[in-house]
């Protein structure tokens, strides 16, 4: 088996410290070796889509051929008051990925959370059907025949498939789904339509989302993906039941996408025994066992458990579209500060130095190996 260093790219290329440079050779990377099978993608910061630091961003150009923005795009930036839209930085974000040809997904229209402090005080049925009107038209409509893929609705159900009680559900009862799906397809018929939560593995939940396409399709949504997040553990969620959801939302007829890819190798204050999660983990040491390197067995776990799963993406190719880690690398992941702040963890491909980790090597590997 080939081995894949440090010194990337293997095949050399003009080596490309930003995204303009047009390459000559092709590079080793996440989006050549997996070209053929789904698009590699990652979540942008602010900082990322403003291309504030040359090496993150040539990395983003090298590795990944697919972007989600992973905050600007949500309500209470783009739609701070109700007359007010503010489109600065997801049109930065938009034209990032069109000028390096990247697949570009809409991070979300509708959400519980992260909504303007407006949006919650919405009361009754009338208004919260002349938002959604208008803030689905306005923003699909901004980046029509741009915008390849949307979140249409994130995280609207409960750990046992119900759904979440939220200001949508409270004002227009569960045909606020149906009608979100509605508005995004009339507003850009050719977009892609994504339902995307956590959790999609476990048993219960994934009822629930089957549930919900097939009431989305029976009242004649256009629904085209469901998307998992995949904010995963080492030994959870299984790989069967990983597979026996691939299988079972593709049965509906819909792509499935992996979205929001990471893998946590800290404890987890609810795997204690009678942990109250609201009880104050910070500065526990127990809770943060790796501050300054993640171990050698840790990373070789981590490693082992990529491969594992990208082995069964592969497999399920033809029905996947697009798998996108939840970052480009462990300096920036959100999971150093949840479900406890301040922690370090080390969930995802590349390190906070920006350099390719063992679970990297061991994604690339199996396509290397089939060479
Ligand atoms: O990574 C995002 C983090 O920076 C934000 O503080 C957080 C706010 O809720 O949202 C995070 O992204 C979430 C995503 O939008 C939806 N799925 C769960 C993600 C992790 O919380």
Known sequence: MKLINHCLPLISILILNSCNIKKTEVSASL???????FYMGTALSADQIEEKNAKEDSLICREFNAITAENIMKSMFVHPQKDKYDFTLSDKFVAFGEKNKMFIHGHTLIWHSQLAPWMEKIKDSTEMKAFMKDHITTIVSQYKGRINSWDVVNEALNEDGTLRKSVFLNTLGEDYLVDAFKLAAAADPKVDLYYNDYNLEDPAKREGVIRLVKKIKAAGGKIDGVGSQGHW????????EIEKSILAYSALGVKVAFTELDITVLPN?????????????????????YPEILPDSVQTKLA???ADI?????????KISRVTFWGVHD???WLNDWPIK?????????????????????VMQLKEAKK
């Open 31 to 37: 989006k050549n070796s997996y070209k053929d099978d």
């Open 233 to 240: 553990q080492l030994d959870s969620p299984s790989l069967e």
């Open 269 to 289: 204050p609810w795997d204690l025994k009678g942990a109250d999660v609201n009880q104050n983990f910070e500065g526990n040491a127990k809770m943060n066992p």
């Open 304 to 306: 082992q458990r990529y």
């Open 310 to 318: 990208f082995k069964l993406f592969l497999k399920h190719k033809d």
């Open 331 to 333: 300096g920036q992941s």
């Open 342 to 362: 301040g922690r370090t963890n080390y969930p995802l491909l590349f390190d906070k130095e920006l350099q390719p980790k063992k679970a990297y090597n061991s």
